[in-house]
């Protein structure tokens, strides 16, 4: 079973990545695991009342549970966890950290993922990605989905053939 890190904004474009994993491993059960990454709070009183999952919740969109619940049902033979991670930092280290805890096989590096940074503390991971010493799975968004501005739930439906 290999576990999976794909990165995400809480877009549901970010959610189109799930159909290369699962033609890439069409005969393996795969842990998909979606990560925000987010810079750690740099004020003492922040820093003193930080918890992990305290106010980050509010980030994941009602979309984008939706979605999440489609790619599940739809690919049920496929996936056998699907989640989202919170990353707290901006170092190789951290992520390396990161990686190990979640027992991170492969990651997804989307070649064409617009990144619209859902707070003022999230931010696009691509550099620590592309730094990170993991097998790469390069990815792009099927065909005509390349220019679509903002993606809907219904495009989750459509088959990456």
Same mark, same amino acid.
């Given at each position: 079973?290999?576990?999976?890190?794909?990165?995400?904004?809480?877009?549901?474009?970010?959610?189109?990545?799930?159909?290369?994993? /699962?033609?890439?491993?069409?005969?393996? !059960?795969? %842990?998909? *695991?979606? &990560?925000?990454?987010?810079?750690?709070?740099?004020?003492?009183?922040?820093?003193?009342?930080?918890?992990?999952?305290?106010?980050?919740?509010?980030?994941?969109?009602?979309?984008?549970?939706?979605?999440?619940?489609?790619?599940?049902?739809?690919?049920?033979?496929?996936?056998?966890?699907?989640?989202?991670?919170?990353?707290?930092?901006?170092?190789? /280290?951290?992520?390396?950290?990161?990686? !190990?805890? %979640?027992? *991170?096989? &492969?990651?997804?590096?989307?070649?064409?993922?617009?990144?619209?940074?859902?707070?003022?503390?999230?931010?696009?991971?691509?550099?620590?990605?592309?730094?990170?010493?993991?097998?790469?799975?390069?990815?792009?968004?099927?065909?005509?989905?390349?220019?679509?501005?903002?993606?809907?739930?219904?495009?989750?439906?459509?088959?990456?053939?």
């Amino acid at each position: 079973m290999k576990n999976v890190l794909i990165p995400t904004d809480f877009s549901i474009r970010s959610l189109g990545y799930v159909h290369n994993v /699962v033609s890439q491993y069409p005969d393996e !059960l795969v %842990n998909v *695991i979606f &990560v925000h990454a987010l810079r750690m709070p740099d004020s003492i009183f922040d820093l003193v009342t930080f918890t992990r999952n305290s106010r980050h919740i509010e980030l994941i969109t009602a979309d984008f549970k939706d979605g999440c619940e489609i790619i599940r049902n739809k690919y049920a033979s496929s996936i056998h966890q699907l989640k989202v991670e919170f990353f707290h930092g901006d170092t190789g /280290v951290a992520f390396k950290n990161f990686c !190990l805890a %979640n027992n *991170i096989d &492969v990651i997804v590096e989307p070649s064409d993922l617009e990144y619209n940074a859902p707070s003022k503390r999230s931010y696009n991971p691509g550099k620590l990605l592309s730094r990170a010493k993991l097998p790469k799975l390069a990815a792009t968004l099927a065909g005509s989905r390349k220019v679509v501005v903002k993606a809907t739930i219904s495009s989750l439906l459509l088959t990456s053939e």
